[in-house]
């Protein structure tokens, strides 16, 4: 970036609007067709079912949706199709543009602004990885600087990406070298940095943020109520692309001071995602997650390679599985259950 590219960043960046996402982000899975090809008429139905539980942001294009099995066009139009839904459903969408290619990542992050999203986020380079904070921020900075005018999220999840540095450490480099930072989608068990980042205070950067800290979603569902006194504000989660009406009841019992309900809808959330892994051990490489959508009436398709076909033997077991938990937690079960019930 030239120094007349920086000033021309920043000096857009007070276009960017104010924004603080909360509550609950579903990071949609990505409808394919039987053919495996984007079927991207499925998305205004998945909109209405998600809206229904409460789900008021998409985050398309994520892990849970098969990011980097998909191409450039198939991103783009599947962020085009979503930014083009969402608005009948009052919700709102960030788009993922996180790729090995940071070429491709500036593109899509031009893309999506060109587009109307509500904000744009990236996970860093996995192979070829940023691997001191002075390399993330250029890397992060260079994606943000393609997309001036929209507010910019980092994907934090090292597990996948193998990029495990300090956050409080990046926060505190972007808050001059990439003002558009808006916060990061947390997805790691670090809760002293969780802390240490969602508490740092920027003093540069654009004046829409300076003074405030950054917008922390938290990203491992089973501990979304670990992270509820450090101030979590929104929280990213595969599960509430179908579980949201639990989740939520994590939210509002910590929020009412009932401690107690929060503690058994997050042990539910908990027990299905330990019985769904311990099926995933069965069915030998099937995406787990889209074997469910399709139990619970919501079907997204199959998933790419490297992900296989799952066997009749592979469903019959989430079916059983999910038919436990559903009678173990009946009386907070989401509406789906009663489908599966019936199944049984």
């Not at 191409?71 to 979503?82: D, F, G, Q, V």
């Not at 994606?143 to 409080?168: D, N, R, W």
């Not at 450090?230 to 939210?251: D, K, M, P, S, W």
Request: with cysteine; hydrophobic share 45%.
């Amino acid at each position: 970036m030239t120094k007349g590219d920086a000033l021309c960043f920043i000096a857009l960046t007070h276009l960017v609007p104010t924004l603080v996402i909360t509550g609950l982000v579903a990071p949609v899975f990505s409808p394919l067709s039987s053919l495996g090809q984007l079927n991207l008429s499925a998305i205004p139905g998945n909109a209405a079912f998600l809206n229904r539980t409460g789900v008021k942001w998409v985050f398309t294009a994520g892990s849970t949706g098969e990011s980097v099995d998909l191409t450039l066009l198939e991103r783009k139009a599947l962020a085009e199709a979503w930014i083009a839904a969402a608005p009948a459903f009052d919700m709102r969408v960030i788009v993922h543009v996180g790729s090995d290619s940071v070429a491709d990542m500036m593109d899509m992050a031009a893309h999506a602004e060109a587009h109307g999203a509500n904000a744009i986020a990236a996970m860093p380079p996995t192979y070829i990885r940023p691997t001191t904070v002075d390399a993330l921020v250029a890397t992060m900075g260079a994606v943000a600087h393609a997309a001036p005018k929209t507010p910019f999220y980092y994907y934090h999840i090292p597990i996948k990406t193998g990029v495990a540095l300090s956050m409080p450490d990046f926060v505190a480099a972007a808050n001059e070298a990439i003002p558009t930072l808006n916060g990061i989608k947390f997805t790691d068990p670090t809760m002293n940095e969780f802390q240490l980042a969602f508490d740092y205070t920027f003093t540069k950067g654009a004046a829409w943020r300076v003074g405030k800290g950054p917008n922390m979603l938290f990203g491992h569902d089973e501990m979304l109520i670990a992270s509820l006194p450090y101030g979590t504000e929104g929280a990213v989660g595969t599960t509430y692309n179908f579980n949201a009406e639990v989740q939520y009841r994590i939210l509002e019992g910590w929020n009412n001071g009932n401690v107690s309900a929060a503690l058994f809808a997050q042990k539910a959330t908990t027990s299905l995602i330990s019985a769904i892994v311990e099926v995933e051990k069965k069915v030998d490489g099937a995406y787990i997650w889209k074997m469910l959508m399709d139990l619970i009436g919501q079907p997204m398709g199959p998933a790419r390679l490297p992900y296989t076909p799952p066997t009749q033997e592979g469903r019959e077991a989430l079916k059983v599985a999910v038919h436990a938990w559903c009678e173990e937690f009946k009386t907070i079960a989401p509406s789906w259950c009663a489908g599966v019930v019936e199944q049984k």
